[in-house]
């Protein structure tokens, strides 16, 4: 069963634009995690963010979390071609992490 | 990137026929994981290992068992391979269970 629900399953942008993925689930949690997928790699570790933080920030990448509403977003800031990823959400299972479906990321120059 | 190595990278073969995934880590993290990703589902657990000889289910293990005799070394065996265990089979390492987890590129597995 999955806990992390990425939305949309979709989205396309311009290079220069922002792009903003989210994630709900449904227990309580010690931290969620966000990972990118390239095309035919295994999944990279972005961030991590603990259920006590509402916002953390790497290089372009800032993550808000909003345990009230058992939600987190990804905001990616001027999206560059290299941003086409799949990008997943990652929470608590009992004793290991349970990966949503994933937001497919498109970036045309 | 973390040292995670998995073999085959491709492989195809018949249904029936046993087969078996390896991932071999240089990191010495104590955690491995096998997981499977299907369009649809998304990446599914299907065994861990939280030390040697010690292992445990995931989600999806019907069909599928697991050894790790080293550190460094987790077997995904399909003792008999069936059409539905087609799939891209991922290795992942950690230093703890719910700390950021380090992907290998994964093994394309078709079973016709």
């Known amino acids: 069963s999955q806990q992390g629900e990425e939305d949309p399953q979709a989205l396309s942008i311009q290079e220069g634009e922002n792009a903003t993925m989210n994630c709900s689930y449904k227990?309580?949690?010690?931290?969620l995690q966000w990972y990118r997928q390239n095309s035919g790699r295994g999944l990279v570790h972005l961030i991590l963010?603990?259920?006590?933080?509402r916002e953390k920030h790497s290089g372009r990448l800032r993550v808000t979390l909003d345990t009230s509403k058992k939600s987190s977003s990804l905001l990616i800031t001027a999206s560059r071609a290299a941003d086409t990823a799949s990008y997943f959400c990652a929470t608590e299972g009992f004793q290991k992490l349970v990966f949503g479906t994933g937001t497919r990321l498109l970036v045309s120059p | 990137d973390a040292g995670i190595t998995q073999s085959p990278r491709h492989k195809v073969t018949e249904t029936g026929t046993p087969v078996t995934l390896r991932c071999h880590q240089t990191e010495n993290h104590r955690y491995m994981y096998w997981y499977r990703q299907d369009p649809g589902h998304g990446l599914r657990l299907i065994h861990y290992s939280y030390g040697v000889k010690d292992t445990d289910k995931g989600e999806v293990s019907d069909g599928y068992s697991v050894s790790r005799s080293k550190t460094e070394d987790f077997l995904l065996t399909l003792e008999s391979a069936t059409s539905s265990q087609t799939s891209v089979y991922f290795c992942a390492i950690s230093d703890g269970t719910i700390q950021p987890q380090h992907f290998g590129d994964g093994t394309r597995l078709s079973i016709l």
């Open positions: 227990t309580s949690i010690n931290n």
């Open positions: 963010i603990r259920s006590n933080e």
